[in-house]
């Protein structure tokens, strides 16, 4: 979340924690569903009104 809240892109994540392309899109994607959000921003935006951020 700390890293998606940045804007950053996935590339940028995967390279930051040393996993690869298709498991930071699966987390993403798995955050979008359980924040019940549409966008990444609006993901980021749900996380720093619930504290997590």
């Known amino acids: 979340m700390k890293h998606l809240s940045e804007g950053r892109s996935n590339r940028e994540i995967a390279d ?10 699966a987390h993403i994607q798995s955050i979008l569903v359980k924040l019940s959000a549409s966008t990444r921003a609006d993901a980021a935006v749900k996380a720093l009104r619930k504290g997590w951020l």
């Open 16 to 25: 930051s924690l040393g996993i690869s392309l298709s498991t930071v899109k």
